[in-house]
Structures are given as structure tokens and as C-alpha cells.
């Protein structure tokens, strides 16, 4: 890949033929390369082996070695994940942050064409989309796999030729993980069948790879069209997306990225009320009137400011006017006027609480907030930006909605306290 001359590379080496015999490509290529080894401590002595193998290798060569090592088992079972998805997540955690720290340009890995065919063939038993039949990408932001053209028989045929010096994973012969039951059992008998097999998938995968970029391209143009950035959210009109046929692989591709998979009730929120919504496990999908909002789903962390008299902390994310006034004028949404005497202070500025409830202004008895922001026609993301003003534990005002009747200005009144809530 003629894009990598003169970058700073990092090349993950396991000590197996594949990575080994890519890092002496890369130096007969005159690349600038350091070696990264993950020691999972899954094996032993053999683990250790392998470690000894690569930082020799490194002298030999002559470049800079990284090595780490992991709780690789005790990882998964504090995560609840497999071993090799543990294994994957603290390999290129490790890599991200040494890009960071050394300014690698890129990560290069040894997946072959062979590693490609055994997670297509792991992605179509697992049921998946276009994109999971595109197998491993050869470039995936800073992850670079230069030997994705070749196969598993190339690299060992180059190595044996080169009388390159590999070290044997024994774990990989064991056919306890679903990708070496492919690799042994299933890939042989499809080779057998056809002998150009890995060739003609290749191909397929190629044609396939070319149909998800025009895919894409042509989902980023409609997302153009259809996605209106809105208050720090996404509004997207319901009636433009009902006139997409064929609709449930549109919907797919428009909000697959966003990590929904719960496709039937997200077709759902087209006809559904104001207020249903879909969550993933990054993003929800709001129901607003005619339309659908998507946003951004933030850790909600409970936030709170004293409000005082004067010098009211500078930092506090609504801007209040307080003041001594002598004769009470119209009350509005952004005005309200206050028994002064009935309050303790300092105020408090917080969010709205599932709970909450107060005595709203000119009725009687008091309302859930929840009812409030329904009666108000609210959506989901204006109510969790909402604040309250607050005596105590008591509210005294939604802000820039309603007051409340406890502390209303009567005829006894001696002190009024005017807040304003400044634009």
C-alpha cells in the first residue's frame, strides 16, 4: 500500500507466520516500524515464549519493540464477554493509546485473505447485512492490513522461501472456537469443492464491498436531505420517510449506524403518539408530533447551584435577575414574584427529578411535573433540559414555565422578590 511510505508505523506481531513474516516486508519495503506484542497470559509458558520470540526479533531487526501484559481471563469475567472478544478489546485499546502517546500514523495487522472468508463465513451463520458479508475491511480508520490480497498459503510459501523463523500458536489447532472449526473443518471441504475457491471469493467480496460503498454514498445523500440538525439533536420529518420504498431497508441503513436493531418498533414510531421512543445503546429515537428527533443518549448527572441574593456563582447554566421590587407588575413565564419571606436561601437550581411535583400558580392542589411537561406537550429531550428553582426541597418555579402557588405575593406580603430569567 503505497500510502504507508514515509508514515510511522506500529505493527502488531504476535510471532506467528503472519505478523512475522509482514514486519520483514516492511523493512526489505524500507518502512519505519515498530513491533507491539500483547502477552494475554493465556498460555503459560508459551505466552512468555512468544514474547521472548518477538522482542528477539525486534533486535534482530533492529526496531523498537511495545510489549504488554494482560489478565486477558480475568478481564472477560469481570466484562461477562468471551476470551477473544476480552482479547480483542484490550489489544487495540492498548494500540489507540499508543498511537496517542509515540504519533503512529497507523496500525498495521497480518489478517489475510483466509482470516477474511472464516469471518464471512462466521458473519453469515450469525445472520448479517451487507456490510458484515464485506468481510475485514483493508483500512479501517487508523488499522491498516496490508496482507488481505494474499492467502494463509502465500504467506507460508513466501516465509519457507525466505527461510523467515515463526513461532507455532498451539491453540490455534483447537477446534473449541467457532473460527477454527471453520478453519479446519468447513474451509478445507470448500476448497476441495472448488479449487479457486478463496479466488472466486475474493471477487465476491470485492463486488460486494464496491455495492456497500454505493450503498452508503447514496444513504449519506439522503441523510442530507432528510436529517435537519435541530436544538443539538436531529429532526426528521415522518411523512418524507414514509414515502421511502421499499421502507424497512431504508429505516436499516438511515439509523443502522446509530446502533438501533429493534427495527419493528422503530417503523413503529411513524404511526405511533407523541412521546414513544426507541433507545440503543447510544442514541434514542424520539416521536414529536411529525416528526422523529434523534439525539445523542448523555450520562444525565444530577446538577445543583446555590442561588443567592447577589453574587450568584457565575458558572450556574440559567441566567437569574433577582431583585427587591415594590409593587408587583404582569407575571409571565420568564417573571415571577415571590413572598420573599416564605424562601430559604440559599435557592437551589436543579434538574427535574422522576417524582417531582409542585403546586402550579392559580390552581389548586398539586400536579407530578411529569403531568405538567405532558400537559405542555414537551418532548423528552426539553424535559431532561429543564430546571427547577427551589426552596429547600420545595419548588418554586418550573423555570420559564409556571410558578408556584405556595409562594405567591399576598396582601400580607412584606418583602417581593423579583426573578427574571434574562435571554
Known amino acids: 500500500m503505497f500510502f504507508l511510505k514515509g508514515k510511522k508505523l506500529l505493527l502488531a506481531c ?242 443502522h449506524d446509530y446502533g438501533f436493531t429493534q427495527w419493528e418498533d422503530v417503523k413503529g414510531l411513524l404511526t405511533a403518539i407523541s412521546g414513544k421512543h426507541v433507545v440503543s445503546s447510544t442514541h434514542q429515537l424520539l416521536k414529536d408530533r411529525d416528526c422523529l428527533i434523534l439525539s445523542e443518549l448523555k450520562p444525565k448527572k444530577k446538577e445543583s447551584y446555590p442561588i443567592y441574593l447577589e453574587d450568584t456563582p457565575p458558572n450556574v447554566p440559567v441566567n437569574l435577575k433577582l431583585e427587591y421590587v415594590e409593587t408587583i407588575e404582569k407575571q409571565g413565564r420568564n417573571v415571577v414574584f415571590l413572598d420573599k419571606e416564605k424562601l430559604n436561601f440559599p435557592l437551589v437550581l436543579r434538574n427535574w427529578e422522576k417524582g417531582d411535583y409542585f403546586y402550579p400558580f392559580g390552581m389548586q392542589g398539586k400536579k407530578k411535573l411529569s403531568k405538567f411537561f405532558k400537559d405542555e406537550k414537551m418532548d423528552l429531550i426539553s424535559k431532561e433540559k429543564q430546571w427547577l428553582l427551589c426552596s429547600d426541597n420545595n419548588i418554586i418555579w418550573v423555570v420559564g414555565k409556571r410558578a408556584d402557588e405556595r409562594f405567591k405575593v399576598e396582601d400580607s406580603t412584606r418583602q417581593i422578590l423579583k426573578i427574571t430569567q434574562l435571554t
Open 14 to 255: 504476535s510471532g506467528g507466520v503472519d505478523s512475522v513474516v509482514l514486519a520483514h516486508l516492511c523493512i526489505s519495503e524500507g518502512m519505519d516500524i515498530a513491533l507491539a506484542h500483547c502477552n494475554f497470559n493465556l498460555r503459560a509458558e508459551e505466552s512468555d515464549g512468544d514474547e521472548d520470540f518477538v522482542r528477539r526479533l525486534a533486535a534482530q531487526l533492529g526496531v523498537e519493540v511495545f510489549v504488554a501484559c494482560f489478565k486477558t481471563a480475568d478481564y472477560a469475567e469481570t466484562q461477562g464477554i468471551s476470551i477473544q472478544m476480552a482479547a480483542r478489546e484490550l489489544r487495540y485499546q492498548w494500540f489507540a493509546e499508543l498511537l496517542q502517546a509515540h504519533s503512529f500514523d497507523f496500525v498495521l495487522t497480518a489478517h489475510h485473505a483466509d482470516d477474511s472468508l472464516e469471518t464471512f463465513l462466521i458473519n453469515l451463520s450469525r445472520g448479517t447485512g451487507i456490510q458484515g458479508l464485506s468481510g475485514i475491511p483493508k483500512v479501517n480508520q487508523h488499522v491498516v492490513r496490508p496482507l488481505l490480497p494474499f492467502s494463509e498459503q502465500e504467506i507460508l510459501d513466501y516465509a519457507k522461501s525466505e527461510n523467515v523463523i515463526w513461532r507455532e500458536d498451539s491453540s490455534n489447532a483447537s477446534i473449541k472456537y467457532l473460527r477454527n472449526k471453520i478453519r479446519h473443518q468447513i474451509v478445507p471441504l470448500l476448497k476441495e469443492l472448488h479449487p479457486t475457491f478463496l479466488q472466486n471469493f475474493l471477487k465476491t467480496q470485492d463486488n460486494l464491498q464496491q455495492t456497500n460503498d454505493l450503498l452508503k454514498h447514496q444513504l449519506n445523500e439522503l441523510k442530507t436531505n432528510l436529517f435537519k440538525p435541530k436544538n443539538g439533536a436531529i429532526e426528521i420529518r415522518v411523512s418524507e420517510l414514509e414515502q421511502l420504498v421499499p421502507l424497512e431497508p431504508y429505516l436499516f441503513g438511515l439509523f
